[in-house]
């Protein structure tokens, strides 16, 4: 009994090995498959944890990524990468600038899907900034008495 405990500790603890790469001046540590840390020297400037078992973290490749969207989970379609360190690649916005970014998506959907939110993250390989694009949509099966602004 103590053996095969053993061996399950071993399997699960190598299935999600921490695995860290290094993009322009940016640390990226991808801890499992929900779950990524990105840092500027010993700066925290990013991260993903997602515990919800509805909640999926995907690599962007680019700024407009495409997929489709069934009963609140993502099919990628283009543009998204399951997220693995060696999926995660820099890329320029548009062909004017210099800067190069890294992109995590994020899609977080409640458990009955009628709720969601889905988040681009832009983050400069250089300094550690980010941008956020959000959509969100809520499903109100029998409205609401409040004002909805």
Same mark, same amino acid.
């Given at each position: ?45 990013? @991260? ?5 078992? *509805?909640?999926?973290? $995907?690599?962007?490749? &680019? !700024? #407009?990524?495409? =997929? +489709? ?40 959907? @409640? ?5 969601? *939110?889905?988040?681009? $993250?832009?983050?400069? &390989? !250089? #300094?550690?900034? =980010? +941008? ?18």
């Amino acid at each position: 009994m103590k053996h095969l405990l053993l061996i399950l500790i071993f399997v699960s603890s190598s299935i999600f090995a921490q695995s860290t790469v290094n993009i322009g001046n940016l640390s990226v540590t991808v801890i499992d498959r929900n779950q990524v840390e990105v840092y500027l020297a010993e700066d925290h400037k990013f @991260s993903v944890d997602c515990w919800n078992i *509805r909640c999926q973290v $995907f690599v962007a490749t &680019t !700024k #407009d990524p495409e =997929y +489709s969207l069934s009963d609140g989970t993502i099919t990628p379609i283009s543009g998204l990468l399951p997220l693995k360190i060696e999926n995660i690649q820099s890329f320029k916005t548009n062909d004017y600038y210099e800067d190069t970014y890294i992109a995590f998506f994020v899609s977080n959907a @409640s458990a009955s899907s009628t709720s969601l *939110r889905q988040s681009l $993250f832009l983050i400069n &390989t !250089k #300094d550690g900034s =980010y +941008s956020r694009f959000t959509e969100e949509y809520d499903w109100m099966r029998y409205g609401s008495p409040d004002a909805v602004n």
